[in-house]
T-cell receptor
Framework: AQSVTQLGSHVSVSEGALVLLRCNYSSSVPPYLFWYVQYPNQGLQLLLKYTTGATLVKGINGFEAEFKKSETSFHLTKPSAHMSDAAEYFCAVISSSGGATNKLIFGTGTLLAVQP | EPEVTQTPSHQVTQMGQEVILRCVPISNHLYFYWYRQILGQKVEFLVSFYNNEISEKSEIFDDQFSVERPDGSNFTLKIRSTKLEDSAMYFC????????????FGEGSRLTVL
């Protein structure tokens, strides 16, 4: 069964600093990996995804993530944090449970705070 | 840009009452999902629906829950007799056939059970 682990439930950075949110996955098959963002009182918005091909994927709002099979990781980064990046970030993997489901399995989330 | 819409955005109900949460998935999508997020906790899978039937459900999705696609556009989640612990944000999602499995989520319906 697939799973994801997000290290650090809370991360605080200064505006302009590097953002690094960690995600490790467990999967018996090549994974499809996703990062979603949830702004306060809003739904889940896709930031970026990895399926096949290039291991460095770029998403919206300047975020990117690198799929590292050897480390079973898919960490999310942004070179320079902005106040508007304050949100909760969820790493997710597609479950290969078979059939028609292909459900997403979410990590526990990381709340990013950006200090002025 | 097409989006998943959910109503109501917030519902307050008394314990034991029935609640129906409604969702309009993206029109050409064929797979539908309900997830829930209890305050401060992770987003949890409840149920998936395809070809007019449940394709998978979690342990959370017990006999108190049901889903329906009554008219070809709406996708509903019904909780027959709400409990305090059903208080959560409920997210509907849909995805199209094939592709990379990306789920498109609605803004959520916040359910508060008193």
């Amino acid at each position: 069964a697939q799973s994801v682990t997000q290290l650090g439930s809370h991360v605080s950075v200064s505006e302009g600093a590097l953002v690094l949110l960690r995600c490790n996955y467990s999967s018996s098959v090549p994974p499809y990996l996703f990062w979603y963002v949830q702004y306060p009182n809003q739904g889940l918005q896709l930031l970026l995804k990895y399926t096949t091909g290039a291991t460095l994927v770029k998403g919206i709002n300047g975020f990117e993530a690198e799929f590292k099979k050897s480390e079973t990781s898919f960490h999310l980064t942004k070179p320079s944090a902005h106040m508007s990046d304050a949100a909760e970030y969820f790493c997710a993997v597609i479950s290969s449970s078979g059939g028609a489901t292909n459900k997403l399995i979410f990590g526990t989330g990381t709340l990013l705070a950006v200090q002025p | 840009e097409p989006e998943v819409t959910q109503t109501p955005s917030h519902q307050v109900t008394q314990m034991g009452q029935e609640v129906i949460l409604r969702c309009v998935p993206i029109s050409n999508h064929l797979y539908f999902y309900w997830y829930r997020q209890i305050l401060g906790q992770k987003v949890e899978f409840l149920v998936s629906f395809y070809n007019n039937e449940i394709s998978e459900k979690s342990e959370i999705f017990d006999d108190q829950f049901s889903v329906e696609r009554p008219d070809g556009s709406n996708f509903t989640l019904k909780i027959r007799s709400t409990k305090l612990e059903d208080s959560a944000m409920y997210f509907c999602a849909s995805r199209r056939t094939g592709g990379t499995g990306e789920l498109f989520f609605g803004e959520g319906s916040r359910l508060t059970v008193l």
